[in-house]
């Protein structure tokens, strides 16, 4: 099985040009699906029943819904490989139920709350320019933590304000980016010790990962004891709630954020709509 396995990540690699982040994840899947079958198991003897066993020690595992569709998900592609190709006959997973995933509004922050998280890095402080350009880059361009830790230093145009970001499917999109952030990468650049093409280093100088930022961002949250847990998404979800907040529309997010979908937009404007009734509830004399 391993064998197929492989063939369907090279798939995604070279033919689907899957980003490395959902590469890694389909992989990390696979690989517990795996573990559950045992090394003795054939390709032959893949069927519903065994998969439905499979989908049991998932819900076994106390994971979230949300975490056993996306193994699931990633079980149907792989064994709709396997039938496209002509290695089985049918795809024993296309039957299999998904649990309900219930969709949670996302978390985001004030805009006080985002100037203090701006503000919290010193540049006097070893990383400070660091931290604060990846801090202003964050909120001003929304771009996922992935995006962000494989930027290059050539991805930024710092007169035209622009980057090149490439996103899921390796599809590339330019984001504008405020004076604001420019000013801070200029900063971070100029003082920089380290030479490399990637923009954003790591004490090593080499480029820092997804798991670092996050180390980063959670080092200030706590020295900030904000109340809301914060990610990069968080991030993310605050540019976009500001944005349509003060104005901008729905298909202009959507291009800013890079999602291909206008409906995976529309989970915000729940709650712009939230906050519209909060403030008709406050300020209307008859309501």
């Known amino acids: 099985m391993k064998r197929y396995c492989d063939k369907f990540l090279t798939y995604l690699d070279i033919e689907k040009n899957r980003s490395s982040h ?9 690989n517990e699906f795996l573990e559950f079958i045992g090394e003795d198991k054939a390709l032959k ?9 499979f989908l049991a020690h998932l819900r076994g595992r106390k994971y979230r819904p949300r975490t056993v569709s996306r193994k699931l998900s990633t079980l149907r592609s792989f064994f709709k490989f396997l039938n496209r190709e002509g290695y089985i006959q049918g795809n024993p997973a296309v039957l299999l139920i998904s649990p309900k995933v219930d969709k949670t509004p996302p978390k985001f922050l004030t805009e006080k709350e985002v100037n203090a998280l701006l503000e919290a890095p010193k ?10 350009a990846i801090f ?3 909120y001003s361009a929304g771009v996922k933590v992935g995006e962000l830790a494989g930027l290059k230093v ?29 000013g801070a990468i200029k900063e971070y650049l100029d003082h920089r010790e380290q030479r490399s093409d990637f923009l ?14 996050r180390m980063i961002i959670d080092k200030y949250i706590q020295s900030l004891s904000l109340q809301i ?44 709509t939230g906050r519209l009734k909060q403030i008709y509830d406050k300020a209307h004399p008859r309501a």
């Open 123 to 132: 540049i006097k402080k070893k990383f400070g320019r660091r931290d604060q």
């Open 229 to 272: 847990k914060v990610s990069p998404r968080v991030f993310r979800h605050s540019f976009a709630m500001h944005l349509l907040n003060r104005g901008a529309d729905l298909r202009s997010v959507q291009e800013l954020l890079g999602h291909t979908s206008l409906s995976t937009t529309q989970i915000y404007t729940h709650v712009t």
């Open 200 to 213: 954003f280093l790591n004490k090593n100088g080499k480029s820092l990962s997804d798991r670092g930022v």
């Open 154 to 182: 050539g991805d930024v145009d710092l007169i035209g304000n622009v980057a090149k970001i490439k996103g899921k499917g390796k599809k590339e999109r330019l984001v504008p980016l405020g004076n604001k952030a420019i």
């Open 136 to 138: 202003e880059f964050l």
């Open 22 to 30: 959902t590469i890694i994840n389909y992989t990390i899947d696979l």
């Open 45 to 53: 003897d893949m069927e519903h029943l065994l998969l439905r066993r």
